[in-house]
């Protein structure tokens, strides 16, 4: 093998074994968001908390018809006035038909948790999000120079090809659905209606 290629393996190699490691590499600068988030540790899967047991999500168009509407950015002053509400005798002041007070005081606590349930949950999700794409862009950097190395060495060694299957499969599955989205992109171009005002070109 080259001087050239082993170097280039060798660099690969102290990237990969940073990243295995947890470390942050040398050459990243301290506003490189990315190289810092690659070095935290993940949270621990047992750490994170499941929806109450009997939890069943409504489909979303049932959450449509069936759901009111209240901005969130609206949430502070509702809260108010639902503590208001809960200060008051709203059917000795607002009739028979008015709502339980008590109600209100219980509504202003339960939107009070479930908004910052949902603040904590968006962060952590987000959190989840950058921190998967950043470990699969991680692993596609380390199958791709693993690949490139096996294409040179199955050439005088095809014997390999009993070895890797999984890095072949890998790869096959990942050009398939490449030109699948490019066969996609081209139908949806043939399949655009044809503008009359321009004389059917």
Known sequence: MSTKKSNG????????GAVATGAQAPEA??????????S?????LAAMPHPPTGFRATDPGERKRRIRWL???HRAEA???LREAGTRDLR????????????GTMLADRVTHSGELV???EKLLAYA?????????????FLEAEQKQYLNAVEHNDALELSYQALVKVFAMRSGAIAEGIAQAQAKVTAAPVDPAAGGK
């Open 9 to 16: 393996i060798k660099a690969t190699a102290q990237t990969e």
């Open 29 to 38: 600068d301290f506003n490189d968001t990315i190289a810092r988030n690659r």
């Open 40 to 44: 935290l540790k993940l949270v621990d």
């Open 71 to 73: 901005s969130s950015d």
């Open 79 to 81: 809260v108010g006035a």
């Open 92 to 103: 000795a002041e607002l009739g028979q038909f008015a709502p339980e007070p008590q109600r």
């Open 119 to 121: 603040a904590r949950a």
């Open 129 to 141: 999000k950058e921190a998967d794409q950043i470990a699969m862009s991680d692993a596609l950097q």
